[in-house]
């Protein structure tokens, strides 16, 4: 919590040799609004910028391997995220109740998605599923209410309890070959 709560906070910026934010490091900053963390930098620690609401973009680094649990949650303002190749792991509600986050991108090579991963971002619209993902998670889509489209690739399994529970505006969702287990 270094610079947890201070509400004036709208700039930081990060030197090139910065390698992580550690937990709640900026939780409760309501008036930043942008963050970007290049250079070594690999790990965001559990509720680094959580409860950030004004924060409306992130640029996170090519070397980035870790979000913690609820790094980015409640962080109302987020419309958009693209999640770097080198991510290895995310924790659970990482971007729980942004709820302006329409779309993210994630790579091909991510493996495995959080429980609760985006829990309640009320507008996000479409998912991919990267390939090489083989589970989607206990409530993983929970709440998004505006979600109209999912395609699940072939890699697959298993879709595990309350998963897309409350998407009520679903409309379609493409399976391929593959899963076993919903």
Not at 87 to 106: D, H, M, Q, S
Request: net charge negative; charged share 20%.
């Amino acid at each position: 919590y270094a610079f947890a709560n201070l509400t004036a906070l709208e700039e930081v910026v990060f030197p090139s040799t910065l390698q992580a934010i550690e937990y709640g490091a900026f939780y409760g900053c309501t008036a930043l609004t942008e963050v970007t963390l290049k250079g070594k930098f690999t790990s965001v620690g559990d509720e680094a910028f959580a409860n950030c609401t004004d924060l409306q973009g992130i640029a996170l680094g090519k070397d980035l391997h870790r979000i913690g649990e609820g790094a980015f949650a409640n962080c109302g303002s987020l419309t958009a995220i693209e999640l770097p190749a080198s991510l290895r792991e995310i924790g659970k509600g990482a971007f729980e109740g942004c709820r302006e986050l329409a779309f993210y991108t994630a790579p091909q090579t991510l493996t495995a998605l959080a429980e609760e991963m985006f829990l309640d971002c009320v507008s996000l619209r479409e998912v991919n599923i990267p390939s090489a993902v083989s589970v989607i998670p206990r409530g993983a889509f929970k709440g998004c209410v505006s979600l109209r489209n999912v395609n699940i690739p072939s890699n697959v399994g298993e879709i595990e309890a309350r998963a897309f529970q409350n998407c009520r505006n679903l409309h379609t969702v493409k399976m391929e070959l593959g899963i076993n287990k919903i």
